[in-house]
């Protein structure tokens, strides 16, 4: 097989001694032989793509040989440091030895006494020392983190800075968020944990209200109420479920509300819900805030907030929608009816989207929030690289899972600026590089 402009790994068999003579490469004799013995092999396993690398080391240059295999070093014999690193390949031709020597040490003997005499402490640089030292450290930390691992679990904190900008169900993406993390004592409780949040977000702790986030039988994620009165002594342990990591909103109260304090919240008469703008012009949607709702206030009393919430006339005409899940979003109707007959399953954490009311919604192509999310849910990100250029880093395109063949090879002509019929698609294989049949 001809190889060209290829990088290759040469693994041909070379052999190389353990006692290498060369006095008669010198130019001069000299007073002492130059003789040299092999102190250290140095070998690597693999290609040219990646592979793994040890080290055989003489320490004393007396035949007893070591194997220095990452942070393991154990005894080996003197054939395997030497002769097993040969390369090269078998008699069987087909089997080829991908592990050999890449650079040997060698030692004059002359010199032997005092390259290999004893290292003392005087010897090693300070900064070498410290480094070391640091490393002792730092094994002994995780060793310890190790250990005490199963006392700890994990917190991750969410604030409304975190749902700013999502354009996607629920209230954030779980895979793109920035947490605040916090590692806690499982012992910890909830009054202890909420001054250490408190500390960290900078309020105080009347300033501030946890709400856990719990995943729902219908696949959303949303925040659930905690009583602050009677779990206030539990453990964090005890309230998360043993879940790990905890996953809480904590919502602060606004700098600009002039109070010194969170508005109180009744389990049994109050719901938390979460508010989102839909904007057909720009296909967008906007976090907006939240309320506490009495499930017995009529829809239409929550317009005026809605309106103040988003920034238009508090007598703007609104349509309300309720986000149940992924693909599924049911206009209120009705907004005179309190919210508990409303809404079915009224609970915290419930997301209320909005829109201006127009009389044009129908020239827009998503006109309202049921059609964004509908098509938010078979949208899909596709890359596409050249069949003919190995290293090529492709592009992306936002498709739809609903697209056919001839809106797929326009829509990627038009990124390329050429005829879809001059285009052809290939499959992608898990298994392999390269393209697989094709498509059409």
């Known amino acids: 097989m001809i190889l060209t402009d290829a990088n290759i790994k040469i693994n041909d068999r070379f052999e190389f001694p353990e006692r290498l003579t060369l006095d008669e490469f010198l130019q001069k004799k000299e007073k002492t032989s130059a003789i040299y013995l092999l102190h250290a092999v ?35 014999t003197k054939p395997e440091a030497i002769d097993h690193n040969f390369g090269g390949q078998d008699d069987d031709l087909t089997v080829r030895h991908c592990t050999n020597a890449y650079m040997l040490v060698y030692i004059r003997e002359s010199d032997m006494n005092e390259i290999l005499e004893p290292v003392c402490e005087k010897d090693i ?31 991750h904190v969410l604030t409304e800075d975190n749902f700013c900008g999502h354009q996607g169900n629920d209230l954030f993406d779980t895979e793109k968020v920035n947490y605040r993390g916090f590692k806690v004592k499982k012992t910890t409780t909830l009054a202890e944990y909420m ?16 709400w856990p986030f719990h ?61 989102k703008l839909y904007d057909p012009r720009t ?38 929608y309720e986000e149940v899940k992924p693909n599924l ?3 209120l109707e009705d907004l005179s009816l309190p919210m508990e007959k409303l809404l079915d399953e009224l609970m915290d954490g419930d997301i209320i989207v909005f829109q201006r009311e127009e009389d044009d919604l129908a020239h827009y192509s998503l006109p309202t929030p049921k059609e964004y999310f509908r098509d938010l849910f078979y949208h899909v990100e596709v ?24 809106q797929m090879a326009n829509a990627v002509a038009n990124h390329l600026g050429t ?20 498509i059409k």
């Not at 070498?128 to 730092?138: D, F, G, I, Q, V």
């Not at 967008?284 to 829809?299: C, D, E, Q, R, T």
């Not at 069949?387 to 001839?406: A, E, I």
Request: glycine letters at 6%.
């Open 419 to 438: 005829d879809p019929y001059k285009l052809q698609f290939f499959k992608c294989q898990g298994y392999r590089d390269g393209p697989g049949n094709p």
């Open 283 to 320: 296909k967008s949607i906007s976090y907006v805030g939240h309320l506490y709702v009495p499930i017995s206030a009529k829809a239409n009393e929550l317009v005026p907030q809605l309106n103040r919430k988003a920034g238009f006339p508090v007598n703007t005409p609104l349509l309300l």
């Open 195 to 210: 001054e250490i949040i408190a500390e960290n977000l900078k309020y105080p702790v009347q300033q501030i209200r946890p």
């Open 329 to 331: 979003i049911e206009r």
């Open 383 to 406: 890359t596409f690289y050249d069949k003919s250029l190995p290293s090529d880093s492709g592009f992306t395109l936002d498709l739809s899972q609903k697209m056919n063949y001839d």
């Open 215 to 275: 995943c729902r039988q219908n696949q959303t994620f949303r925040p659930t109420v905690l009583d602050l009165e009677a779990d206030f002594s539990k453990q964090v342990s005890e309230l998360s479920e043993q879940e790990n990591p905890w996953v809480i909103f904590v919502e602060t109260l606004p700098p600009e509300s002039g109070k010194q304090e969170l508005p109180p919240f009744d389990k049994d008469s109050d719901v938390l819900l979460f508010l």
């Open 42 to 76: 140095l070998v690597h396993s693999g290609d040219n793509h990646g592979g793994h690398y040890v080290v055989y080391i003489n320490p004393k240059g007396d035949g007893k040989w070591c194997k220095f295999d990452d942070d393991v070093v154990s005894r080996c």
């Open 125 to 155: 640089p300070d900064s070498l020392t410290a480094r070391l030292n640091e490393e002792r450290k730092l094994e002994a930390l995780k060793r310890k983190e190790r250990t005490e691992a199963h006392l700890y679990m994990n917190v």
